[in-house]
């Protein structure tokens, strides 16, 4: 497979801009019209007067060893919704080619395509919420320049099946983006290894999960060389800060924390997914994979209302395709989710 076969040509042909901090970051620095005296932020955010560094280099090198992956297969990009906009931003042209997703799933994709004016094909998880692999085949089309796949899912807690995922990426011509931003909290490795065997393979993962900085803004993907290249061609030339990327060094010494954090999370998960699964009123609880679990009721927006009334904000998610009656909870502290349940089992 030739992966430029399937990049818009304007971008193939794209003249990059070049950023000063791309040819230089040392010497006397009088290039880029930086406040050269400093910052007017404490020693806390020493060198911030400075543009950060375009590469990535540092960030890109820590996580590449994390992961046990070649530096030149990563990319950052601001959380994982940045780097799903410049995925079809590279690969399709507007009002021309198509998008695959599989509902009910996480809905930034839908909205990155609409947005990119980039048409949407919904091929809906089967039953048990798995990939409809023949369905999928069929609606692929000449058009069709990539698939969204989310595993675990949002909203439906599980695991793809690996296999299948696999399958689609060897047998069909187009850009397979699996988004892994759960998968700290699932009995799962993830997909990771087979990048460096499928170059049409891309795998997002994100620092707003397990390891606890959504506010961070700090997602990656880890793909061919091929298609890392590009992504660096048309980002924004300083898209990550530097607070982002010493913030991202820090944590990455800290990989006991993130588990001890998992840990945590998975045990409360199991300890509310069994007090759900008490309630005889609560119709189905889905099983997780993910640090949420979603749960069906007969009358959703009630009990919404009711547990918004009392400062406790789940999601709604009955109006998603295929998901009728579902309502998703994240897994809060013991106590969150002590309220959470009291306030549950009031209304139901
Ligand atoms: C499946 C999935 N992917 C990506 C994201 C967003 O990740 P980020 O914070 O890295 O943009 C979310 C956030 O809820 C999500 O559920």
Redo the contacts with the bound molecule.
Sequence with gaps: MNIKDLVRKNILDLKPYTSARQSHNEGILLDANENCFGTVLNEDYFGVNRYPDPYQKAMREGVAKLHNIPVENLFFGV???EIIDLTIRIFCRPSLDKVIVCEPT?G?YKVACDINDVEVVNVPLTNNFNIDIDAVKKKVDDKTKLIFL?SPN?PTSNLLDKNKILDLTKSLNLIVVV?E??IDFAKDEGLIRYVLEYPNLIIMR?F?KAWGM?GV?C?FCVASKEIIDIFFKIKLPYNISKLTSEAVLKAIQNVKKRDEYVNMIIKERERVSLALKANKKILNVLPSDANFISFKVENPKEVYNYLENHKIIIRDRSNQYNFSGYLRVTVGTPEENNLFLQKLNEIL
Aim: net charge negative; charged share 20%; hydrophobic share 20%.
């Design positions: 959380g994982s919704d996480y930034m989310c949002n988004d931003a759960y994100t707003s959504a803004r997602g």
